[in-house]
């Protein structure tokens, strides 16, 4: 086991961004690098230090396993102590592992190879440009998958084998972040639903990039929801988004380590695809499909009748040469004013 916690712990590197672990007081870091030293060597009870709260415990193992995303053979965590609970002593965790000796060294392994693949082709590039890589990536080859199946809320789901939930999106989007010197956390909190359906958990997150004039933003992004909206190409709807931009569709829990997101420069105006007129819509769509049989862009146009809205685009795009004698579908997304648009024949 000592052998294969040396392993583990080659995989992670104290420089990379640790929102949690940076928003705690001098005393409960130590608890926090306590921890961290038996989580990684695999002990089955891991001492904490005098003073630690059972509450503060209790809630410790998950959000490191969001903080270092490599942690994700670990379980369940058991607090123990003696005495009452305010006043314990010889406070402990007692974790279950995922994985038995060897396991979580060969699939950090697999994971660290699947990076490897998408490393090469960012050198060079600026942060947003790296976060972009990965979220691509990540939305290419991501198949929202039921919570139950193996590793679908942690990395290893969307990184090794394709699949996982919002939050192993979420924690293998940090994964590659935390390798190509981007400054990424993981959000939880609440997709939030539309008119009469309910909302649920959900996880994204926020990263560190270029704004307009080169200075450093906070941006929220969202792998799984543009996944999950994907045809024919890699949707960018929730792509380092602000707070504010966000907020019709998410909200982070309450308390939440992470900086305020003012958001960066969109993708669309980056690329130009903000489509400001009708006559410029035409030129976007002419211009695409030239290239591609299918597109995106952004009409930044605010209207309660939606399909009086879709009516106006589909009649602009009776313009379109490119689109002549081709039957398309048009997927737009009212909350973000992102539009696909896909060639069907």
């Known amino acids: 086991m000592a052998a294969t916690g040396a392993c583990v712990a080659a995989h992670v590197s104290p420089e990379r961004y640790r929102p949690y672990e940076l928003s705690l007081c ?10 961290l030293e038996g989580l990684l060597a695999l002990w089955d009870c891991v001492p904490l230090p005098s003073g630690t709260s059972v509450e503060f415990a209790a809630e410790l193992a998950d959000r490191m396993r969001r903080d270092i995303p490599e942690l994700f053979y670990v379980g369940g965590t058991t607090v123990t102590f003696r005495g009452s609970r305010l006043r314990p002593h010889g406070v402990a ?5 995922r994985l038995g ?7 950090l392994d697999q994971m660290e190879r699947s990076a490897d693949l998408f490393l090469g082709d960012v050198s060079g590039l600026d942060r947003y440009g790296r976060v972009l890589a990965a979220h691509d990536w990540l939305a290419g080859r991501l198949r929202y998958a039921d ?15 394709g699949v996982g939930v919002c939050e192993g999106a979420a924690k293998a989007l940090k994964f590659l972040c935390d390798r190509c010197g981007v400054r990424c956390g993981v959000v939880v909190g609440e997709a939030l639903g539309d008119g009469d359906e309910k909302g649920g958990p959900h996880a994204w997150n926020v990263v560190e990039v270029e704004g307009a004039g080169w200075e450093t933003v906070w941006a929220n992004v969202d792998v799984t929801f543009d996944a999950t909206i994907s045809h024919g190409a890699v949707r960018h709807d929730y792509l380092c988004l602000s707070d504010a931009a966000l907020a019709k569709t998410h909200r982070r829990d309450a308390g939440e380590p992470l900086p305020v ?12 695809l903000v489509a400001s007129s009708a006559s410029r819509l035409v030129r976007i769509v002419d211009t695409a499909l030239e290239r591609a049989g299918a597109l995106e862009f952004l009409l930044p146009v605010v209207a309660d009748d939606h ?12 313009g379109s040469r490119a689109l ?14 992102v539009f696909g648009l896909e060639v069907l024949s």
Do not use: I
């Not at 919570?147 to 084998?161: S, T």
């Not at 399909?307 to 009776?318: I, N, S």
């Not at 081709?326 to 909350?335: E, G, V, W």
């Open 261 to 272: 997101c003012g958001g960066a420069p969109g993708y669309y105006a980056r690329l130009g």
């Open 147 to 161: 919570g139950n199946r193996a590793y679908a809320h942690e990395a290893p789901g969307p990184l090794v084998y």
């Open 307 to 318: 399909e009086v809205l879709l009516d106006a685009v589909e009649r602009v795009l009776e």
């Open 101 to 107: 000796a060897g396991g979580a060294a060969s699939l």
């Open 93 to 97: 965790l007692r974790p279950t592992y």
């Open 324 to 337: 002549a004698g081709h039957a398309y579908a048009l997927y737009p997304n009212f909350d973000t004013g």
């Open 26 to 35: 001098p005393e409960d870091v130590e608890v926090y690098e306590a921890a």
